[in-house]
């Protein structure tokens, strides 16, 4: 009678982790091998860090040249700026009802809360734009004085932030249109929105900064 090979107990285990689609964080090659979500998330902590830092110095260099300094005059802010952070607001209320959706199993409310968020994101950037070109058409150019200077400085830089955010919300869209992002996976989601409401709340803080100290 011929032998028959017994497969070992751990194959038939049902406890591994699943598959991870190709181009979603953890997939580990053809073995479908992934890390933690916990690693994914650390290391998107770990990039906010020194951002964090960053922006940081610059608006305590804002408020220490803003005191010291008798060359400095008030820049009128343009109004297109308030349209810009209530369009970035509602961008971080329709990922969080995306991400609802997106744990209900509702892919449909998802996918149309996601790319709200991603053209909110997209007008914000238009927004900016419009907001340079004004401060230009008024004769407020980069040196103009230095308040000027750290106006462009900050908006400029938070705004190369952003493409990198809005990179990635359209990323996710790609993904929900193609029927890649389904609740058992929503470390991608997770992690573009949490980045991007780190952006929004880097907004307000120095929007607010700019109003008050200006």
Known sequence: MPLTQVQPKSALRAGGPPPVAPGEPGDGGSRGQRLPDRSYRLALYVVLAPVTMTFAALASSYIVRRGIGGDWRAVELPAVLWLNSF???????????????????????????????????????????????????????????????????????????????VGALAWVAL??????????????????????HFLDGLWIFLFALMLVWR
């Not at 200077?149 to 955010?165: E, N, P, V």
């Open 87 to 165: 369009a970035l607001l509602f961008s971080s209320v329709a990922l969080e009802a995306a991400r609802r959706g997106l744990r209900e199993g509702r892919a449909g409310a998802f996918t149309r809360w996601w790319l709200a968020a991603t053209a909110l994101g997209v007008a914000f950037l238009g927004g900016q734009a419009l907001a340079w070109f004004q401060l230009y058409a008024a004769g407020v150019g980069m040196a103009s004085n230095i308040s000027a200077s750290f106006l462009y400085l900050l908006t400029a830089f938070h705004t190369l932030h952003l493409l990198i955010g």
């Open 175 to 196: 993904l929900a249109l193609r029927a890649r992002v389904a609740p058992p996976r929503r470390l991608v989601a997770d992690l573009a929105a949490v980045y991007w």
